[in-house]
């Protein structure tokens, strides 16, 4: 049943590799666990407050996991205002969607609202410091 170390070791390898890709988008449950992930974090943090009740929250949301997912640079923390109301307040959000971009503890940038995909990617840059992320596939280029 048990197998050697060089036979298990690619497993082990693979879970380690998955383990971090699924830990990019992450939900905050309460204050400690915001403190932790996302202002003593080793990389900068867009932090998506949403609601469940919220219709443009429904469309913001996915278009964030799917922008930010792919980069190894950033993190994507989803906090529910109905589920935190002591960080609703602390950041002041005052409706829904609201990002806030956060990197080494501090507040880099933010936004309320539905926004197009460049708003987004510009906030990503700031946090990131990259060139401009690039959407398109090499066949759409002239």
Not at 20 to 26: G, L, S
Not at 93 to 102: D, L, R, S
Request: glycine share 2%; proline share 6%; hydrophobic share 40%.
């Amino acid at each position: 049943m048990f197998c050697s170390i060089r036979n298990c070791m690619p497993a082990m390898v693979r879970r380690i590799s998955l383990f971090r890709q699924n830990n990019k988008r992450y939900e905050i449950n309460n204050n400690n666990e915001f403190v932790n992930k996302v202002m003593n974090g080793n990389v900068p943090v867009i932090v998506n407050f949403h609601a469940e009740w919220c219709n443009p929250c429904k469309i913001l949301t996915p278009k964030l996991i799917e922008l930010i997912e792919p980069m190894d640079k950033i993190d994507l923390a989803i906090v529910d205002v109905e589920e935190n109301p002591e960080l609703v307040h602390v950041f002041e959000v005052k409706a829904v969607p609201a990002v806030i971009a956060i990197s080494n503890g501090l507040v880099v940038d933010k936004f309320i609202g539905l926004v197009n995909n460049e708003i987004i990617e510009n906030l990503i840059q700031k946090l990131t410091h990259e060139g401009p992320i690039n959407t398109e596939s090499n066949d759409t280029k002239s």
